[in-house]
Nanobody, 118 residues
Framework: QVQLVESGGGLVQAGGSLRLSCSAS????????LGWYRETPGERRELVAL???????TYGEAVKGRFTISRDNAKRTVDLQMNSLKPEDTDVYYC????????????WGQGTQVTVST
C-alpha cells in the first residue's frame, strides 16, 4: 500500500504561480510512473503531467509550456510547478502513482484545491 499526500494548493490570481508537492510513503515510488491529474466535479479526470521513473515528462495540451513536473526519488516526492495560471486551471489536483509490478495498482492522493481568480 502506498499513501500519497499532496500539498501546496490554494488561491492565486491569474498570471501567478503555485507549486504542488506530493510525497509517497513507499520506496516503490522510485520505479513508478508518477503524475498529476485534475478534476472538476461532474467531469472526467484530466491528465496534467506524467513523469517516468527515468525522468521523462509528458504534459497535457492545456498546460504545455506553463507547467513543469519533476521528481526527487531520494525524497520520494513529485512536484508540479504551475506558472502563468489561468482561471480555467481551477480544479482539484490529484497526485497519482502507477505501480509497475504486480498487482499493478494505481494509487491516488486525496486531492488539493487550486483556485485561480480573475
Amino acid at each position: 500500500q502506498v499513501q500519497l499526500v499532496e500539498s501546496g494548493g490554494g488561491l492565486v490570481q491569474a498570471g501567478g504561480s503555485l507549486r504542488l508537492s506530493c510525497s509517497a510513503s513507499s520506496g516503490i515510488f522510485i520505479i513508478s510512473t508518477l503524475g498529476w491529474y485534475r478534476e472538476t466535479p461532474g467531469e472526467r479526470r484530466e491528465l496534467v503531467a506524467l513523469i517516468t521513473k527515468d525522468g521523462t515528462p509528458t504534459y497535457g495540451e492545456a498546460v504545455k509550456g506553463r507547467f513543469t513536473i519533476s521528481r526527487d526519488n531520494a525524497k520520494r516526492t513529485v512536484d508540479l510547478q504551475m506558472n502563468s495560471l489561468k482561471p480555467e486551471d481551477t480544479d482539484v489536483y490529484y497526485c497519482h502513482s502507477h505501480q509497475p509490478i504486480p498487482p499493478f495498482v494505481d494509487y491516488w492522493g486525496q486531492g488539493t484545491q487550486v483556485t485561480v481568480s480573475t
